[in-house]
């Protein structure tokens, strides 16, 4: 198979950052192209470009230039940051998909991955094991964008013949970048504040259950479901994608397992009503049926590998800082 020329645009954000370097690692450096709207530390590594994602001039200049093949589509406001400002979260998050679809259109790409979320389920569906093909009710703007994207990508597909794959990522959480502005960044950010020995403030009811997923399981999920054969998918856009479940005073409790002197308070704030209207867990079996997706991290190994990654990364002049795990 000849190998593709992969742009990812938002590449310096929490799922492209580690991405471009699966890619790379899979492809050769020369074959991925990061861009961001600012310099990253992506372009010691590898192909980088400078990229605000509204400008379409800009981004079909750097798919001719490159002879790109291949686009990942990360740039977004999330949920709890998108609330704040939701008309410029609508602007930023359709305009660049629109530009990418476009450019897709025009100079017909092979292959487009477009990150759907969890957000676009709402308060009227089933909240366990919420079904793959339930109706789309969103609650925020961040929901709304990623409804109508999938809308967008299914029309392109329909009537232009572009191969557009989603997955529908549950919250995630990643050692190598901190919390982005999601309403599960909580998981993220409990981790920092664990290992730096401080007390965390959760702004969730210590009962409110969440799909979430390790980035290393994200990552192998995209990779293969863009690697799957065509006519090996079922079904158009937007996968759900499930992993692990848990409310903050499970992973607080599978953290003191590790720490014991870890402390956690609960302080709710309006990100409770977005975490409400979301699902606790997703029904993912498509995923199983159509490319064999399932997840390699539970809860405690997640934790033990995230506490000793993050150990690394603050103590790592401080041999006796924390005790081995």
């Not at 742009?7 to 050769?28: C, D, F, M, P, Y």
């Not at 980088?48 to 509204?54: M, Q, T």
């Not at 979260?89 to 359709?94: A, E, P, Q, S």
């Not at 029904?283 to 000793?308: G, H, R, T, V």
């Amino acid at each position: 198979m000849q190998k593709p020329v992969v742009l990812i645009t938002g590449a310096a954000g929490q799922i492209g950052s580690v991405l471009a370097e699966k890619l790379r690692e899979k492809w050769g450096k020369e074959q991925v192209i990061a861009s961001d709207i600012k310099y990253s530390p992506l372009a010691k590594k590898g192909p980088f470009e400078i990229l605000d994602a509204l400008d379409q001039n800009r981004l079909e200049e750097i798919v001719q230039k490159n002879k790109v093949t291949r686009i990942y589509h990360l740039v977004a406001i999330l949920s709890a940051s998108g609330e704040k400002n939701p008309v410029r979260t609508w602007d930023i998050n359709m305009r660049s998909w629109m530009n990418i679809l476009e450019v897709g259109r025009k100079y017909n790409l092979e292959r487009i991955f477009f990150p759907s979320s969890i957000a676009v389920f709402g308060p009227l569906n089933e909240k366990i094991n919420t079904p793959q093909d339930s109706v789309l009710n969103p609650t925020t703007v961040y929901g709304l964008s990623k409804v109508a994207g999938e809308n967008w990508a299914n029309y392109y597909a329909e009537k232009h013949g572009l191969d557009i794959r989603s997955l529908r990522y549950p919250g995630l959480i990643s050692h190598q970048t901190p919390a982005g502005g999601g309403t599960t960044d909580y998981a993220v950010d409990i981790f920092h504040k664990a290992v730096k020995g401080e007390h965390f403030s959760c702004f969730l009811k210590k009962n409110t259950r969440l799909p979430m997923l390790y980035m290393d399981d994200a990552l192998r999920a995209t990779i293969e479901l863009m690697d799957t054969p065509v006519e090996e998918l079922t079904r158009g856009v937007a996968y759900n994608l499930g992993g692990l479940d848990f409310t903050p005073s499970e992973i607080a409790a599978a953290i003191q397992n590790i720490l014991p002197t870890f402390s956690i308070s609960y302080e709710p704030d309006e990100r409770q009503a977005i975490a409400d209207s979301w699902p606790s867990s997703i029904d993912d079996s498509m995923a199983f049926q159509d490319w064999n997706w399932k997840p390699n991290y539970d809860l405690n190994s997640m934790c033990i590998e995230m506490i000793d990654e993050l150990k690394k990364k603050y103590f790592s002049n401080l041999s006796t800082a924390l005790p081995k795990i």
